[in-house]
């Protein structure tokens, strides 16, 4: 067997990160939501494990919610504005921002990346006009964990 020298800690957080990224999955499938009652506690839970001692660091994590937050906030705002339409929602935006506290703000490009590359091909593939990024925002999310605490 290999050792992953995961300590119990890992496994738990992982398991509840598993869990809330699973359920903002299903809504955002759903309804096109991603509940704040899902993605707020993450950022929290994010700046929190940053801050004991094999953590990321309060600031590196403080800097990727914040980073998150505003990367999708600031277009999404503007194309409401200038649409009436929501392209990227709040919701996508608060699940970034709580990547970017559990991962810090240098792996926000590569999970962006990710995400949207793959949503692109799956609507490409599906011909679809409209899908909700969410999925693709937490299986990026979970990807770029499991990198790295097996790090």
């Not at 300590?7 to 096109?32: K, P, Y």
């Not at 999708?72 to 935006?93: E, K, M, N, S």
């Not at 709580?98 to 240098?106: E, P, Y």
């Amino acid at each position: 067997m290999v050792d992953l020298g995961l300590e119990a800690r890992d496994l738990i957080v992982s398991a509840m990160l598993f869990a809330v990224l699973a359920w903002i999955t299903w809504s955002d499938l759903e309804s096109l939501r991603i509940p704040d009652l899902a993605s707020v506690p993450l950022i929290a839970m994010g700046l929190g494990l940053a801050a004991f001692p094999d953590g990321i660091g309060l600031q590196d994590a403080s800097i990727g919610a914040a980073m998150g937050y505003l990367f999708f906030a600031i277009p999404g705002g503007w194309f409401y504005r200038t649409t009436g339409q929501d392209g990227l929602g709040l919701g996508d935006a608060k699940l970034l921002a709580a990547a970017g506290a559990w991962l810090g703000w240098r792996s926000l490009p590569l999970l962006v990346a990710l995400a949207a590359v793959a949503a692109l091909a799956f609507a490409l593939l599906a011909r679809k006009r409209r899908l909700a990024f969410g999925p693709w925002l937490s299986g990026a999310f979970w990807i770029l964990w499991l990198r790295h605490i097996a790090a």
